[in-house]
């Protein structure tokens, strides 16, 4: 009986833990450089997760490391749109440069710098 018992607890612990994991969106692709003046540059999110999530409370930062600081030059508020479990975001500089854009940040070339140490963050709720 006592087994029996610890195997229910076990369950329900193991649900709430995955009622409770957040959502799996990553960044999964980032083109920030092209030959000649960078016009087409984006990058791809993708919900590696069992089910669809909200991108809404999400922001990615773009961050110029430069000079060994860390200072934000663009952060993108992502709207309230549903990202299918398997399906890709993409924000880009042009989309009439980038096929499959989602989210054009209204900077025609340059959207994305590409220096060394410079990096891209995506955070939830902050």
Do not use: H, K, W
């Not at 369950?11 to 980032?30: C, D, F, G, R």
């Not at 663009?74 to 709207?79: K, N, S």
């Amino acid at each position: 009986m006592a087994a029996s018992r610890l195997s229910l607890t076990l369950a329900a612990v193991a649900l709430t833990y995955a009622a409770a994991s957040p959502a799996q969106v990553v960044i999964n692709e980032i083109d920030y450089d092209q030959d000649g003046t960078d016009t087409a540059e984006y990058l791809e999110l993708y919900n590696a997760g069992p089910a669809a999530v909200s991108l809404l409370g999400y922001t990615v930062e773009l961050v110029n490391g430069s000079g060994g600081g860390a200072a934000v030059y663009d952060t993108i508020v992502l709207p309230n749109v549903s990202l299918a479990a398997g399906d890709y975001y993409v924000i880009c500089a042009n989309a009439a440069t980038v096929s499959n854009c989602d989210l054009d940040d209204d900077q025609n070339t340059d959207f994305i710098q590409n220096g060394a140490p410079d990096a891209i963050g995506l955070r939830l709720s902050g």
